[in-house]
């Protein structure tokens, strides 16, 4: 395979060559994302083009190497820095693209350290544990989700594996290896149940530059009494509503608290918004059923949206310059289960629904809820759907998500 590469390189010039193949595997890479965007799901073609990257990643040049991970960083994350902005800070949208770009230049690089493809295998392996900047959206098992081949390490392994001999196997038998494909493939999914509730999954779309403005507060609450209302009369048992959907901190607005437990003895009502407390702030979740309220605060915060990754020294810092000294958000310590008419949920806000620390213990039920306008126009929600899909699979759960600006709905 890999004199095959060279030879077909030795023919044409070197670089050219060599960012050509980098792109291209970037594509294949990333092909099962946007297809999934664009509303395609061929698990056919998610299989070829997920086993063809893996492919190319083990044999590749070095150079090629690196031009795949910056593209690959360019084609997942592009959209990071859209959200900055709405925290008064402009014009970062290409410098943060670039550093995301950078930094998986360098995450998939490690590969370009050697030209053995068992070496490239094994790294590669090592590589699905890691996750740069304490962020874990590219999860290299998740080229798998929508094809026949398994999401599990096991399966990954497997896949390096098979891939990987077909470079010590002479001819004849070259290709038998491939054959241990099979051991990769998805023959038993987990059983995903629905919850024996009829739930409203309400999806709003409510721009992020509007969304925290106080002339616009009313219709906001327009919006959300009549989602409850409709709940109400078309006999829903639950109705969920995305992430903030109150745009305020509730416990500061007694007269809306009383309005939502009143309406909580004809549905119970789940919805996300902010919390105060001893000048504290927390993401949170809050749950109304029978005149009653609890409260879920968020457990995962998004690095550099809700909590800065960087040593203390340099975290206030940060903060100050970049997030005008938002970013300060406070968590619970473990997970949050609603009991809502005896069936119980786990609580996920946003991130947190694409963690794996949220599928701890038994379950069977999430209620996710997001706000994904910040990156408003992009592929983020589907990217999350995706991951959220990725570990309701592997858990065996079921996810009810409603979200501000495209993702909501019922995930297996």
Excluded at 191 to 204: F, M, N, R, S, W
Aim: with cysteine; hydrophobic share 50%.
């Amino acid at each position: 395979m890999i004199e095959k590469i060279q030879n077909i390189r030795n023919s044409y010039n070197h670089l050219l060559f060599d960012l050509t193949l980098g792109v291209v595997t970037a594509l294949l890479f990333s092909a099962f994302l946007y297809l999934e965007h664009f509303g395609i799901t061929i698990k056919l073609l998610n299989t070829i083009f997920g086993l063809l990257s893996l492919t190319l990643l083990l044999y590749i040049p070095k150079r090629a190497v690196l031009t795949a991970g910056f593209f690959i960083g360019l084609l997942w994350f592009y959209w990071i820095g859209y959200s900055f902005k709405y925290n008064g800070i402009n014009n970062m949208e290409t410098l943060i693209t670039v550093t995301f770009m950078f930094i998986y230049m360098l995450f998939f690089g490690v590969l370009a350290l050697t030209k053995s493809v068992a070496i490239r295998a094994v790294l590669l392996f090592g590589l699905s544990f890691f996750e740069p900047v304490d962020f874990n959206w590219l999860q290299l098992e998740l080229l798998f989700v929508d094809s026949y081949i398994g999401i599990f390490k096991y399966q990954f392994a497997t896949v390096l594996f098979s891939l990987t001999l077909v470079n010590y196997i002479k001819n004849p038998y070259r290709y038998v290896p491939l054959l241990l494909l099979i051991l990769a493939f998805n023959f038993n999914p987990p059983i995903q149940k629905d919850a024996p509730l009829k739930i409203k999954l309400v999806a709003t779309d409510i721009r992020q530059n509007i969304k925290w403005k106080k002339d616009t507060l009313n219709e906001t609450l327009q919006i959300i009494y009549k989602e409850i209302d409709d709940a109400v009369k078309n006999g829903y048992d639950v109705v969920v509503l995305p992430e903030s959907v109150f745009p305020f901190f509730m416990n500061e607005a007694p007269l809306v608290i009383e309005q939502l437990k009143t309406l909580s003895y004809d549905i119970a009502i789940v919805a996300g918004s902010l919390l105060r407390e001893n000048n504290l702030h927390y993401n949170v979740t809050y749950k109304f059923e029978n005149g009653n309220f609890d409260v879920a605060k968020k457990m995962i915060l998004v690095p550099f949206g809700e909590y800065i990754p960087l040593p203390k020294f340099a975290e206030k810092i940060v903060n100050d310059i970049f997030f005008a000294g938002a970013s300060d958000f406070k968590t619970a310590t473990k997970p949050t289960d609603f009991i809502i008419k005896g069936v119980k949920f786990r609580n996920a806000i946003c991130y947190e629904a694409t963690r794996k620390e949220i599928y701890d213990e038994d379950v069977d039920f999430v209620i996710a809820t997001s706000n994904n306008a910040w990156f408003y126009p992009s592929i983020e929600p589907t990217l999350q759907k995706l991951l959220i899909r990725f570990y309701a699979r592997k858990n065996g759960a079921t996810i009810y998500h409603s979200a501000n600006w495209r993702g909501t709905g019922i995930i297996k």
